[in-house]
């Protein structure tokens, strides 16, 4: 309870501090809200790895090793729960949905992972799913520990994970990056990446009404929700 408590206090600061003001102005105003009504807006980004991989930018070499779910040894397993952002039951969980992780090191130090789904049906939020289609994969849940961000471990880690699944015969990677979060939009702004569909959600929860909108292409090509 106090570790997890202290993690949530760690994470909120460390979004804080690179974070804009009106960005947090908009985070903190979203938070009172979310007794009644809370909402997401999403950048979608499809990026074709055939032709060309994205690049590495880091400052600080890093190797990335991919583990497939089965095949993830226990000390990794906890290595991942050590970096102070997930549970060890949640990575379980993750590793028991057939989840891959890529885990950067530096000088044989775990500093940072990417997740990799698979196939479809991984929440994006409010009951709405991901639809994955053969030879594409998702690309989710990007961690650096604090003392490593900016140094571009992030685009390592997406440049191994886009090579590992292009040499596994994939074509496309998907991503969602939401529009508050500045670290993580800084990735796809680097690499000029399209942006394939914006998605506006919003849920009333007295009501329990959502409302799903998206932008540039119909939400139903990569989403499914239930329809009632
Ligand atoms: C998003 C994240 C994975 C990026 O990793 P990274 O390796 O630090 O990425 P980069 O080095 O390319 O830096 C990205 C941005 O972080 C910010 N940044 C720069 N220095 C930083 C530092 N010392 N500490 C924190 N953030 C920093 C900048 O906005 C930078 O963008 P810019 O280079 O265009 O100015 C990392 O910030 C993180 O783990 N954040 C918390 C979890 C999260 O939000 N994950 C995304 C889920 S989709």
Redesign the pocket.
Known sequence: MGSSFSRHLR?LR??I??RDPFILSLLALREILRPLFYWHVWQIFETDITQQVPQP??KEEARVKVYPSEDTPMVIQEQISAMG?LEAAEVALRFARGELIAIAFVKEHPV?YMWIVLSSGMELAFDTYWIVRSREAVK???????A????????C?NSAVCSYLCERGFIRTL????VL????M??P??NNTTIAMTVLMARIRKIDWTIRKSFRAPLETRFSWPQS
């Open positions: 994470i460390e979004s501090r690179w930018y880091a952002e940072g989710y849940g990007s961690f650096v520990l604090p490593f961000r900016g140094l571009g471990i992030h685009s880690l991503s969602s990056v939401s979060n500045t670290q993580s800084s990735l702004k680097h």
